[in-house]
C-alpha cells in the first residue's frame, strides 16, 4: 500500500511538472528570434526584452534612453501568427505615445520611430486578444 501511494504522488508530481512546464512562456526563444531580422532593415541590435503576460499581467513595460537624431526600430516575435495580439507602444518621457503597432485596427510586428528629443522613453507591450500572452522583441537603431 505505501508503495501505490508512494508511485501515486511520484506519477502526480511528475504530471503537474510536466503540464507546468508545456505551458510556460519562451521568451528568451522569441526575443532571440527577432534580432536578426534588425538587420534587414539596417538596424544595430540594442536590447532583447520578453514579453510575459503571466499571471493574468495586463502589460509588460520597460525603459530605454533613446537619443536625438537616431532612428529606433523595435520588432516583434510571438508564436502562432505574426504579433499573436501584442501590441507595442512607445510613450516619450511624459508618457505621450509616440509610436505603437496597433494601426487602423491592425496590429503590425515592427515599429520604426525617428527621435526627436532625447530621454526616457517608455516601452509597453499590451495584450490585445492575445492568446498565449507570450512573446519577444528587439531594440535596434540606425544613424
Known amino acids: 500500500m505505501k508503495n501505490?501511494?508512494?508511485?501515486?504522488?511520484?506519477v502526480s508530481v511528475f504530471i503537474i511538472t510536466s503540464v507546468g512546464l508545456n505551458g510556460q512562456c519562451n521568451s528568451d526563444g522569441f526575443a532571440t528570434a527577432c534580432i536578426p531580422k534588425l538587420a534587414s532593415g539596417g538596424f544595430n541590435f540594442l536590447k532583447s526584452y520578453k514579453v510575459d503576460g503571466d499571471g493574468g499581467k495586463e502589460k509588460v513595460e520597460y525603459s530605454?534612453?533613446?537619443?536625438k537624431g537616431t532612428q529606433?526600430?523595435?520588432?516583434?516575435c510571438a508564436n502562432g501568427a505574426a504579433t499573436d495580439g501584442i501590441v507595442v507602444t512607445i510613450y516619450d518621457s511624459g508618457r505621450n505615445t509616440v509610436a505603437t503597432s496597433k494601426i487602423n485596427g491592425q496590429i503590425v510586428?515592427?515599429?520604426?520611430?525617428?527621435?526627436?528629443?532625447?530621454?526616457?522613453?517608455?516601452?509597453t507591450y499590451t495584450f490585445d486578444g492575445s492568446s498565449g500572452k507570450c512573446g519577444g522583441s528587439a531594440l535596434g537603431f540606425k544613424r
Do not use: E, K
Not at 64 to 67: A, E, I, R
Open 72 to 76: 529606433y526600430m523595435i520588432n516583434l
Open 64 to 67: 530605454y534612453v533613446f537619443t
Open 109 to 123: 510586428n515592427a515599429i520604426a520611430y525617428p527621435c526627436n528629443a532625447t530621454g526616457i522613453y517608455y516601452i
Open 4 to 10: 501505490f501511494i508512494r508511485i501515486t504522488f511520484l
